[in-house]
């Protein structure tokens, strides 16, 4: 560690902190090979993605969203946390950070580890189905055995609504619960950790400048440049995996 100057500082600041927030984004789940939808390359440059407003009016819409849920379903199954994700969880474990805000739809906080009401999903979770009415759980299998039959969209069966998966689609209102209390911990934080975000998509990405406004050291771990890298206290442009899981001394 004395030779790494960058992983000395971010081990000081985890090991002062006493309410670390770590906000995440598809940087940290595709060292567990979930691609980056929004990347040059991703999925929605080639294809663009459904509006919620044509999921609500179009059976055929509807059944288009399932049919590419479906493909991508083995990727999201066989997906496993990483080192990354392992690091976060340890942090949570020990009662460092006190949630983790994330923007990715995979459940690998919550796989790794990480309780799920210290997991605030901003853009939902796609590992299970609901009802757009009564909020009713469905379970994806379930919902494929029955779409490969005859390709219709499900319906609830408790209230007829549109089933959908529990994310939250182009076109659709953020959840405002989980706003407000990634609003409310992001305040609390004296430790804001970014990892693996380019904070281009708003409202999420406010949400490391609130923290910092309300003093808390901002760090962001990613690749690529991001538009809040003038005002972090440290930018690793490194593994997540590597950086984090040396920082909180976990394999
Ligand atoms: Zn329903």
Same mark, same amino acid.
């Given at each position: 560690?004395? %030779? +790494?100057?960058?992983?000395?500082?971010? @081990?000081?600041?985890? +090991?002062?902190?006493?309410? !670390?927030?770590?906000? !995440?984004?598809?940087? *940290? $789940? @595709?060292?567990?090979?979930?691609? +980056? =939808?929004? $990347? /040059?390359?991703? *999925?929605? !440059?080639?294809?663009?993605p459904i509006d919620f407003a044509d999921f609500l009016a179009s059976e055929e819409a509807r059944r288009e969203t399932w049919r590419r849920r479906f493909a991508m379903e083995e990727m999201f199954r066989a997906a496993a946390p990483n080192r990354g994700h392992r690091a976060v969880a340890e942090l949570v474990r020990r009662g460092t950070a006190a949630a983790v805000i994330t923007q990715n739809i995979d459940g690998l906080h919550q796989a790794s580890g990480v309780p799920a009401d210290r997991v605030i999903e901003l853009h939902g979770n796609t590992t299970y189905a609901h009802c757009l009415d009564c909020a009713g759980r469905y379970e994806i299998e379930?919902?494929?055995?029955? =779409?490969?039959? +005859?390709? @219709?969209? /499900?319906?609830c069966n408790a209230c007829g609504g549109f089933v959908k998966t529990a994310t939250i689609s182009f076109g659709q209102a953020m959840p405002p619960e989980a706003m407000r209390r990634a609003e409310t911990? !992001?305040?609390? &934080? %004296?430790? =804001?950790?970014?990892?693996?975000? $380019?904070?281009?998509?708003? /409202? &999420?990405? &406010? =949400?490391?400048?609130?923290?910092?406004?309300?003093?808390?050291?901002?760090? *962001? *771990?990613?690749?690529?440049?991001?538009g809040l890298d003038a005002i972090a206290d440290i930018v690793l442009r490194r593994s997540i995996g590597e950086i984090l899981g040396a920082a909180v001394g976990i394999d």
């Open positions: 560690m004395a %030779d +790494d100057p960058q992983l000395a500082e971010l @081990t000081r600041l985890i +090991d002062r902190s006493h309410h !670390t927030v770590v906000f !995440t984004g598809a940087g *940290i $789940s @595709t060292e567990s090979g979930i691609p +980056d =939808f929004r $990347s /040059p390359g991703g *999925i929605w !440059t080639r294809m663009a379930v919902i494929r055995r029955s =779409f490969e039959r +005859d390709e @219709t969209a /499900p319906i911990e !992001t305040i609390a &934080a %004296d430790l =804001f950790i970014v990892a693996g975000s $380019s904070l281009v998509v708003y /409202p &999420a990405a &406010a =949400f490391p400048e609130l923290a910092k406004r309300y003093g808390a050291a901002l760090v *962001i *771990i990613n690749r690529e440049p991001t």
